[in-house]
Structure formats: structure tokens, C-alpha cells
């Protein structure tokens, strides 16, 4: 494996898991945020 090749998949792997971990977290915090708002109403 060249040094591109390497780059590409390190630069792939990363996108993806950021992608992943950044999406369940923003998820996770909006839906911890919203259900407090509920909780708060009632």
C-alpha cells in the first residue's frame, strides 16, 4: 500500500466514523433537549 492509498483510507475512515459518532451525539443531545422541554411542561 502506497502512501496515497494509505491517506485515502485514513481520511475515509475518519469522515465515516465522524460522521457516525457527530451524528449520534447531535441526535442524542436534541432528544435529551426536547424530552426535558416535555418534562418540564407537564
Same mark, same amino acid.
Not at 491517506?7 to 442524542?28: A, D, P, R
Given at each position: 500500500?502506497?502512501?496515497?492509498?494509505?491517506?485515502? @483510507?485514513?481520511?475515509?475512515? &475518519?469522515?465515516?466514523?465522524?460522521?457516525?459518532?457527530? @451524528?449520534?451525539?447531535?441526535? &442524542?443531545?436534541?432528544?435529551?433537549?426536547?424530552?426535558?422541554?416535555?418534562?418540564?411542561?407537564?
Amino acid at each position: 500500500m502506497n502512501a496515497k492509498q494509505r491517506f485515502i @483510507n485514513s481520511t475515509w475512515v &475518519f469522515s465515516v466514523e465522524s460522521v457516525m459518532y457527530g @451524528n449520534f451525539g447531535t441526535g &442524542f443531545c436534541e432528544n435529551f433537549l426536547k424530552w426535558r422541554d416535555l418534562k418540564s411542561i407537564m
